[in-house]
């Protein structure tokens, strides 16, 4: 089959999952066509299966804001044309979604369905796409969509609370690459980062104000009172300047390592001990995955489709939004004895199996398939 991916090409679980979901169809033997305005980070290589389409935004001074769905729809039109595409699946509602509707309104005037399937990924609705400047469009986009699905069963609902949903909406978790991970584990080297003694802590995101990166560092700050430990803050964005402030004043510059953006993620968690998402929303969790897959257990808020991932008192715990004396708790708890740790440690490496990508492939394959039933009825 041949499909075009748009999504976000930046560090950010839905690019990051967009990014992998086509490697892995392009490893079946499907035709892969990213189209987005630089190429994704994760997409090291370009192969037989697999190209990248940029859109590019001429700047016009005229305009304020560069005008990128319409850029976007354009190249979509051509692409489509070019390639033979048969069906166009869009990550991220805002605005991937309404651009994607536009091009395939352009491609029905020259005669061509092409059927759209959105995935939903939680900020998309839970944070900008229920804001009242942007919701009529929303709506709009998920219910002219061919095929809704979400990350998560909570993600879902919060769509169909928060939005005059027509459509139907199916819940496809995100996934993991189990196999790569049994193989890399003799490659750790936590030395780089701590003493022999030191546990050590991990926090992964893009710093934006829903992540509650000061809890991050107000849960650190508890637990290296009572266990010796490091923090390692992987990232970049807006909170992280307020992070650093919070360290001079709690006199732990020395035990709080920012390392930036990295593209080597499972290296870092392959040796923490222990991973931090205190999140205000959150509708999967990605980071949380990716963790658990490199043993890490997960101390985490209870919001959004977290619980679906992070399952209480066996592969970490949970605890309200903003209560961080609770999270600090049940992180100590869990690496004060190292036989409880390595307990948390295989559960968690067992229950990240449960999103094998083996196990997910196969319902976006078949979502795949019910969207090019759309197209044969609609061009027959
Ligand atoms: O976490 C972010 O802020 C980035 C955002 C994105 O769209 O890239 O992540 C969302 O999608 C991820 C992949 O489906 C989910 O794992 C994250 O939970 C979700 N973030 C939020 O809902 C805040």
């Known amino acids: 089959m041949k499909i075009a991916i748009v999504c976000y090409p930046t560090f950010g679980g839905s690019g990051v999952v967009a990014t992998e979901l086509g490697i892995a169809l392009a490893e079946r033997g499907h035709e892969i066509h990213f189209v987005t305005y630089k190429q994704p980070v994760r997409l090291e290589l370009l192969n037989n299966n697999i190209f990248f389409h940029e859109v590019h935004v001429p700047e016009y001074a005229l305009f304020h804001y560069q ?26 509602a805002i605005p991937h979604a309404y651009a994607g509707y536009m091009a395939k309104k352009m491609l029905q005037e020259e005669g061509i369905f092409i059927p759209m399937i959105t995935t939903l990924h939680g900020t998309d609705i839970t944070l900008v796409g229920k804001h009242p400047f942007y919701k009529p469009a929303v709506t709009f986009s998920i219910n002219k969509s061919d095929i809704v699905t979400s990350v998560s069963e909570n993600l879902k609902a919060a769509t169909l609370e928060l939005f005059a949903i027509e459509n139907s909406i199916e819940v496809i978790p995100n996934f993991i690459e189990t196999t790569k991970y049994q193989s890399d584990f003799t490659e750790c080297q936590r030395s780089l980062m701590a003493k022999d003694d030191e546990k050590i802590i991990t926090h992964i995101s893009n710093f934006r104000k829903v992540k509650r990166i000061p809890d991050v560092i107000k849960i650190f700050n508890i637990i290296q009172k009572k266990i010796p430990s490091k923090l390692v803050m992987v990232g970049e964005g807006p909170e992280k300047e307020k992070a650093e402030i919070l360290c001079e004043e709690y006199g732990i510059t020395d035990k709080v390592i920012f ?8 290296k870092i ?11 205000e929303s959150e509708s999967f969790g990605l980071a949380a995955l990716e963790a658990m897959i490199n043993k890490t257990p997960v101390v985490s808020s209870n919001t959004g489709g977290i619980p679906e991932v992070n399952v209480q008192g066996v592969t970490g715990y949970l605890s309200d939004v903003g209560n961080v004396t609770e999270m600090a708790e049940n992180a100590i708890r869990i690496l004060s004895d190292d036989t409880v740790l390595n307990t948390f440690k295989e559960n968690a490496f067992k229950n990240a199996q449960r999103f094998d990508i083996k196990k997910i492939l196969p319902l976006y394959e078949a979502v795949y398939e019910k969207a090019l039933q759309f197209r044969f009825k609609n061009m027959h």
């Open 269 to 279: 968690l392959c040796f923490s001990d222990l991973f931090l998402l205190p999140s």
């Open 259 to 266: 390392v930036g953006n990295s593209n080597q993620i499972d």
């Open 67 to 92: 005008p990128y769905e319409l850029a976007l729809s354009s190249k979509l039109v051509d692409t489509v044309k070019l390639y033979g595409i048969d069906v166009l699946h869009v990550h991220y």
